[in-house]
């Protein structure tokens, strides 16, 4: 076990004048434990995500949602996708979310490396730089030579000591990287790459006006953008994705989704009779707001649940771990977040945590490092 001291104190020597000796970090981030696992659960996963990218990428799929699309089809994707699974009995993954700005990205990689964990057929920042050059040639633009790190307030996330990483590792590669705030993005940017963190998903907010001209006119690439996830991460997908016309085509994919339903008019009563079978979920929203267990939400609550914009998911319990930590052995629920570009998985972070969603309050808890058995 490792503590976030001590990985600050990597950082800052990884990184000369990274600043993080200034920085606090949340003492509950980073568990510093590391977690075993099958090899056959990393084979599931790696299946599951080249079948599900494989269907994104199908015609049908795409004129299944273009009548929905709120912009025109873009051609390139999101560099800091990720799949978030609980385990079943049998370890075998089960869907609970899709982020296509998924956080700990950069820091997960430096954490893997810190705890000196590999995750085979992965090349780190080599590889994620040239998935970046992938999104910007996909867009016919030659090379990135300027970019952007884009969040609302970047200096009071909690994370900013990512952008502070990601920021050092582009500017190893020669580029240069400015942290912003989304309302100093005007629309007349020169930058060639935006990485975009910013949770105003589809930017209707009058904060991302810049960034939304940037994207409709095409000036700069960013990634990921408002369309990528339309077709990936909108919650109203995990149901699509289970609508007949395309279940032959993920064939035992289709074993990872769970049950998801959205809450309509003709079905909110139904819902609510079985509510103990689910977890109800804003559609377009991100980490636990507005999150509720079937089980435990009031009829008055329930009845406040927008139609159309609320997702009724069969409920999947974490799975749960015993480790050991400086307070002696603790027993916690985790998720695993894997991150993954285009059709290809790339490493996996677990989430340790008590209560009845992830989050970072749990002494002990927070991303911890995942090894695969490969025997």
């Known amino acids: 076990m490792t503590s976030p001291e001590a990985f600050l104190k990597y950082l800052n020597a990884r990184y000369p004048n990274l600043g993080a000796s200034g920085l606090s970090i949340n003492p509950h981030l980073i568990s510093g434990q590391k977690i075993t696992l099958p090899g056959q659960t990393w084979t599931q996963i790696q299946n599951f995500v080249q079948k599900i990218f494989a269907l994104r990428q199908s015609a049908e799929y795409r004129d299944f949602l273009k009548p929905q699309a709120p912009f025109p089809e873009q051609k390139n994707y999101a560099i800091a996708m990720s799949y978030d699974f609980h385990l079943d009995a049998n370890l075998k993954p089960k869907l609970i979310e899709v982020n296509t700005n998924a956080s700990f990205l950069f820091l997960g990689h430096e954490l893997n490396q810190f705890l000196q964990v590999e995750t085979p057929g992965f090349s780190g920042f080599t590889e994620i730089a040239e998935n970046m050059?992938?999104?910007?040639?996909?867009?016919?633009?030659?090379?990135?030579?300027?970019?952007?790190?884009?969040?609302?307030?970047?200096?009071?996330?909690?994370?900013?000591?990512?952008?502070?990483?990601?920021?050092?590792?582009?500017?190893?590669?020669?580029?240069?990287?400015?942290?912003?705030?989304?309302?100093?993005?005007?629309?007349?940017?020169?930058?060639?790459?935006?990485?975009?963190?910013?949770?105003?998903?589809?930017?209707?907010?009058?904060?991302?006006?810049?960034?939304?001209?940037?994207?409709?006119?095409?000036?700069?690439?960013?990634?990921?953008?408002?369309?990528?996830?339309?077709?990936?991460?909108?919650?109203?997908?995990?149901?699509?994705?289970?609508?007949?016309?395309?279940?032959?085509?993920?064939?035992?994919?289709?074993?990872?989704?769970?049950?998801?339903?959205?809450?309509?008019?003709?079905?909110?009563?139904?819902?609510?009779?079985?509510?103990?079978?689910?977890?109800?979920?804003?559609?377009?929203?991100?980490?636990?707001?507005?999150?509720?267990?079937g089980e435990s939400i009031s009829r008055k609550t329930y009845e406040l649940l927008e139609n159309n914009l609320f997702l009724a998911q069969e409920l999947l319990p974490a799975p749960e771990v015993t480790v050991e930590t400086a307070g002696g052995a603790h027993k916690f629920k985790y998720d695993l977040r894997v991150y993954a570009y285009q059709g290809k998985a790339q490493f996996a972070m677990a989430r340790l945590y008590n209560g009845q969603v992830t989050n970072a309050q749990t002494p002990f808890g927070g991303f911890a490092a995942v090894e695969f058995n490969r025997k």
């Open 133 to 293: 050059r992938s999104e910007i040639r996909l867009l016919g633009k030659p090379e990135i030579k300027t970019l952007a790190i884009v969040d609302d307030q970047p200096e009071q996330q909690k994370l900013y000591l990512e952008f502070l990483v990601a920021q050092k590792v582009f500017q190893d590669l020669g580029w240069t990287a400015d942290i912003k705030d989304r309302r100093q993005i005007l629309g007349t940017e020169n930058y060639d790459f935006i990485y975009n963190r910013c949770t105003d998903f589809y930017f209707t907010e009058p904060e991302s006006a810049g960034l939304k001209e940037l994207y409709v006119k095409n000036k700069s690439c960013l990634s990921p953008h408002p369309m990528e996830y339309f077709m990936m991460a909108d919650k109203r997908r995990m149901g699509d994705w289970l609508n007949p016309i395309f279940t032959n085509q993920l064939g035992a994919a289709v074993d990872v989704i769970p049950k998801s339903f959205v809450i309509t008019e003709s079905n909110r009563d139904q819902i609510w009779t079985e509510r103990k079978k689910y977890f109800l979920k804003p559609t377009t929203q991100f980490g636990s707001k507005r999150v509720y267990k």
